[in-house]
């Protein structure tokens, strides 16, 4: 998976998504977010009771999916200036 996107938009989404992930969760994989590259970028959280999912324009360069840390992640994310950056995974 290789992504580009406005640091920003990306921060934005996330702060979104984190708001349903649970902070212990019974089962570990419910504390990330399912990032989805394909014709944009998409991410999925749920807690199994709600889900949410948010899509982003993005120049995908390279389609793939994985799941990172929620909460590490944005907290990643909102360490970069408002500029384009690129994700390879």
């Known amino acids: 998976m290789n992504v580009t996107i406005n640091s920003q938009v990306l921060a934005a989404a996330l702060r979104t998504l984190v708001k349903i992930v649970p902070n212990k969760p019974a089962i570990q994989i419910l504390s990330h977010v399912y990032v989805e590259a394909g014709d944009q970028l998409t991410m ?3 807690d199994l ?3 949410l999912t948010s899509r982003c324009a993005a120049e995908v360069l390279m389609p793939g999916t994985v799941a990172l840390p929620a909460a590490k992640f944005l907290a990643f994310v909102e360490q970069f200036p408002d500029d384009d950056v ?4």
Not at 86 to 89: K, T
């Open 44 to 46: 999925r959280v749920t």
């Open 49 to 51: 009771e709600v889900a």
């Open 86 to 89: 690129s994700i390879g995974v």
